[in-house]
């Protein structure tokens, strides 16, 4: 149970994690016997194993060499822990780079909240505009942006603009000039990104390797013989680029 506010509203909201991931884990087995291995906390310079008690974190500031931080000290410069989610700023969606979100959480009323909730809701949903905000979570202060999603809100946590790394210095990226390109290619090049554009469905994609890896465990499973290593075909030879795209249309109107 929290606190949304905008102004001097504040709305009693809950949240709830709005996907679940479904990554397939794995376990580390020994070959011979299939028991499970575990890892060890070993000291770099005398090669003794270490229990937990003796084990504090520590930043590097020149190689080898590290200040130790321990565990109390972090907590003293934790943020007041909080359960309100405070409104800064209300924006454009579109001004948002999606390389920013990360984490989706669903946003529902709290105990009383219903009418200020379907208020701001609505609002938001009439003007088009997406709310910036802070909370607490984890004992870290995240930046969260707050829009309209079907029926409810969506809080998707951000990363900070220092986090995202910039395409400046990247050496493939160096001597790309946009005004060497051929018109007629750029031309050709639009009609094909235009015949393949469709309206945007998330069910037509699957996670494939996902659902390969789980079919490979249950016919290992059932003690099924497998297939033999599949043999990579060979890249295609690169054609000329008008060539590509042409045929990339041919392609595309006869399918």
């Not at 059932?222 to 795209?245: C, H, R, T, V």
Request: aromatic share 6%.
């Amino acid at each position: 149970m929290g606190t949304l506010s905008f102004g001097l509203v504040s709305v009693p909201v809950k949240l709830y994690s709005a996907v679940t991931r479904k990554t397939v884990h794995f376990h580390q087995i020994h070959t011979l016997d299939s028991g499970r291995i575990h890892q060890k906390h070993v000291c770099a310079l005398d090669g003794e194993e270490i229990p937990l008690s003796e084990i504090v974190k520590g930043y590097e500031i020149a190689p080898d060499r590290y200040v130790p931080v321990e565990a109390r000290e972090l907590a003293a410069l934790e943020p007041l822990f909080t359960r309100t989610i405070q409104v800064e700023d209300f924006v454009d969606l579109e001004e948002i780079d999606p390389i920013y979100f990360d984490h989706p959480y669903h946003v529902v009323p709290g105990v009383g909240g219903s009418h200020p909730y379907q208020l701001l809701l609505s609002a938001m949903r009439d003007t088009g505009k997406v709310a910036i905000g802070r909370i607490v979570m984890r004992s870290k202060e995240r930046l969260v942006a707050i829009r309209p999603r079907e029926n409810a809100l969506l809080m998707l946590t951000m990363s900070y603009g220092d986090e995202v790394n910039p395409t400046t210095g990247l050496r493939e990226l160096e001597g790309i000039d946009e005004h060497e390109l051929d018109e007629r290619e750029l031309q050709v090049a639009r009609r094909l990104v235009a015949s393949i554009s469709e309206p945007f469905d998330i069910d037509k994609y699957q996670d494939t390797f996902r659902e390969a890896v789980l079919d490979l465990v249950d016919r290992k499973a059932a003690g099924e013989p497998l297939p033999l290593d599949a043999q990579a075909e060979p890249p295609p030879e690169s054609p000329d680029l008008m060539e590509a795209l042409e045929a990339s249309l041919e392609q595309v109107a006869s399918g």
